[in-house]
């Protein structure tokens, strides 16, 4: 029991989950235990990712699901050459937990009439936290390699969803550096992850 | 481009882009494909950040979405092939001019089709699959090529000993308003017509068998659904080797 644990443990902190076309293109055949094989692959990153941008756990379960069932509904558009089937999926999911979010705000501030951006949005973590509690000690380890400006605009629009005008607002920091660095937090996270 | 929307990609990459902004940079990125390259690469370094995000998940979640599943139609494939095209159009792709790089390339561009077209229609995509590899099998393929330029191109894989061809055309316009593209053989002087081409995003594929001695393959645009005899202006044809 302690050694299957562990195992999984383990599995879970590869660098790289992959789909593979091959099991896509079953997917895309209707085939639901080749879904089935995709979901236990994506499960976890999905339900992290969207947990983090949505925080509420009811709606972050919901949106999870919407984003599991999209998967087998668009299957077919998956297309190789674009990119891996890990990334669809993850921009998938990250488009949609930020749909929500920001929706939601949306909603409350239309409700609230309140100019303040981050009302009504649970609280930001810092960004040191959440680089804390990463699971993966080498994307840990670049993100260390990154200015903290850098960093803290990159965890904010990624984990945070927000926009990078909300990072700039929130940072208190103009837009056209903002937009830098991100692109530069980015790139340098790429090239120390070794991201072809 | 200028410096100033070229530095998106790190925003957009990671959904930080909204509203016009964000499509106003998506049309910018279809024409921009080293920026297209980047948001590629700095997606995949965001699909970095979200499996380091890992989390377990309710464990009911599992019996929820399999059985929601069973429940929703998949969408049918997109039957756009830009890739292929892109491919098509690299150096590379210009370089390439024997006829066995020909045939890798209306082998792949066939298989690409087939993918896309898969779940809609899967008959005939199973009986295309067949055509191509006869047609690979058989000794004596011979694979020609027509560029009408703006009026489209047209690939021909063909096999005498296998009887069987496949014709792939590219960048076809659509056909006027209830009007089809037909494609003919030449039999000995008449035209046996062997199926409609419809273009989707000005690809086509048609696969056809038991052409026998025909000396000639051509589209013609006819009224919609064909005619028993081609009537209005021919397209494209080509001279098939003997």
Known sequence: MGDRVRRVREARTEPAVDVGAELMQRVARGDEAAFEQLYDLL???????????????????????????????????YAPEKGSATTWAMTLAHRRAVDRV????????????????????????????????????????????????????VLLAYYGGRTYREVGELLDTPLGTIKTRLRDGLIRLRDCLGVA | MTADIHALTGAYALDAVAGNERSEFERHLAECESCAQEVRELRDTATRLALAATADPPPALRGAVLDQIKTVRQL??????????????????????????????????????????????????????????DILRAGDVQVLTLDKGAEGRMTVAMSRS?????????????????????????????????????????????????????????????????????????????????
Do not use: H
């Open chain 2, 162 to 242: 296998a009887d069987r061809m496949v014709l792939l055309a590219e960048d076809l316009p659509n056909p006027p308003a209830g009007k089809d593209f037909q494609v003919w053989s030449d039999q000995d002087g008449k035209m046996v017509s062997e199926g409609l081409l419809t273009p989707s995003n000005g690809e086509a594929l048609l696969a056809i068998s038991g052409f026998g001695d025909a000396k000639g393959i051509g589209v013609t645009v006819e009224p919609a659904g064909g005619s028993a005899t081609p009537t209005l202006p021919t397209v494209m044809a080509v001279e098939l080797p003997a």
């Open chain 1, 102 to 153: 920001r929706s939601a705000q949306a909603a409350t501030d239309r409700d609230e009439a309140v100019g303040r951006r981050d009302i009504g949005r649970p609280f930001d973590e810092v960004a040191e936290q959440v680089t804390a509690r990463l699971e993966q000690e080498q994307v840990r380890r670049c993100l260390r390699t990154l200015t903290e400006l850098q960093r803290e605009s």
């Open chain 2, 76 to 133: 049918p494939p997109e039957t756009t092939v830009v890739p292929m095209r892109r491919r098509d159009r690299s150096p590379l792709a210009q370089r390439l001019t024997s006829i066995a790089a020909a045939v890798l390339f209306i082998a792949a561009a066939a298989l690409g089709i087939v993918v896309y077209q898969q779940g809609q229609q899967l008959d005939e995509t199973r009986a295309q699959a067949a055509e191509m590899s």
């Open chain 1, 43 to 77: 499960i976890g990153p999905v339900f992290g990712l969207v947990r983090r941008i949505v925080r509420d756990p009811a709606q972050s379960e919901e949106v999870v699901q919407e984003v599991m069932v999209e998967l087998w509904r668009s299957a077919a558009r």
